[in-house]
């Protein structure tokens, strides 16, 4: 039984009012059962509105929920490489992060389009002296930007050059770490991807901003295999951390990124009065967050696993402050 003046008739804007009026006229205002084809056709009327009401509630959750959903699957089969996969593609993850963590600092500090010399040279080498603590910092203390200048000059100067054991001119020479079939595999097909590479901007110099990615990308992965050797640990002892680090960075990080998104979910509607649809608002911020997150997650990872063989209290205090 339905009463007129139920609150499902006031949502969906149903006029009962003088329905209720003329009832009231003939029976006194006693509660009577009422049998008519015009209270039929408004029950009628609004069954099919709060149908298609709730329809677009379960329509525009499950559109929502197809945005997290790649996100997800993406998360999910990267854990599932780290804790399946061997040694090697373990390791290989952790030199494709370092790579990464490098580009993204190269790349935003130059322009493939301009000259070397328009290049913030300066901040470029602050910022990878201080990715990996007391690893890069030693080593290129003596390097000014006017060093590294001189160098590219001279690699525009050259008619072609040697990419395998590449090193620029006047600069420090990366360790010999790069031994054996596969790890000389690895820095080959890095250079390969960086040829590819499709999202990077592209420009005159192009090329010189390749090499410098695979000068300062394979000096930061042979840093890193010098430290472990130097560190005699055994093979699986180094294998637990990277795979600790790699798990606890992009677990802490995908957590947050959960949080967001679900504000982001509930904040994204009010974009609508300013004529903008939601789910395209929250499908773009929802995009940005996860490369933001992603990009968060390699360079939190690098920096943990560069300071931990010199300082594991201060691989701690990194993971500490962004739980924070």
């Keep these: 039984m339905v009463s007129l003046q139920d609150e499902m008739f006031r949502k969906f804007n149903l006029d009962t ?8 006229r003939i029976t006194d205002g006693e509660d009577i059962a009422i049998e008519s084809n015009a209270v039929v056709k408004q029950l009628l009327g609004l069954q099919i509105n709060a149908e298609k009401y709730y329809f677009g509630i379960r329509k525009n959750l499950v559109e929502f929920d197809e945005v997290l ?23 290989e993850q952790i030199f494709q992060y370092m790579q990464a963590v490098v580009d993204e600092i190269i790349l935003g500090n130059v322009d493939p389009q301009k000259p070397p010399k328009t290049w913030d040279l300066a901040k470029l080498l602050d910022e990878l002296a201080s990715l990996g603590g007391n690893l890069l910092t030693e080593t290129f203390k003596e390097t000014q930007e006017e060093d590294l200048q001189s160098s590219l000059e001279q690699i525009l100067r050259y008619g072609s050059v040697e990419v395998d054991n590449f090193v620029l001119p006047n600069m420090p020479v990366p360790p010999n770490s790069f031994r054996g079939i596969r790890k000389r595999t690895s820095s080959a097909m890095r250079w390969f991807a960086m040829c590819v590479d499709d999202t990077s901007k592209k420009g005159r110099y192009t090329n010189i901003v390749n090499l410098l990615r695979k000068y300062f990308g394979d000096f930061l992965i042979a840093t890193y295999l010098e430290v472990l050797q130097e ?12 795979r600790e680090a790699l798990l606890k960075t992009l677990d802490m990080l995908w957590k947050d990124h959960l949080v967001n998104m679900n504000k982001l979910s509930s ?6 009065f300013g004529h903008r649809n939601p789910l395209e608002e929250y499908k773009i911020d929802g995009c940005r967050f996860f490369i933001s997150m992603l990009s968060a997650t390699r360079r939190l990872t690098v920096e943990a696993l560069l300071r931990y063989w010199s300082s594991p209290m201060e691989s701690e205090e990194i993971f500490n402050t962004a739980d924070q």
């Excluded at 009012?17 to 009231?24: F, G, K, N, Q, T």
């Excluded at 959903?69 to 996969?85: C, T």
């Excluded at 904040?267 to 609508?272: I, Q």
Aim: charged share 25%.
């Design 267 to 272: 904040a994204v509607n009010v974009r609508s």
């Design 17 to 24: 009012e003088w329905a209720v009026r003329l009832i009231s």
């Design 69 to 91: 959903e790649v996100q997800r699957k993406h998360i999910y089969s990267l854990r599932q490489v780290i804790l399946s996969g061997d040694s090697e593609s373990c390791s």
């Design 231 to 242: 560190s005699r640990h055994h093979d699986a002892y180094i294998r637990g951390i990277e």
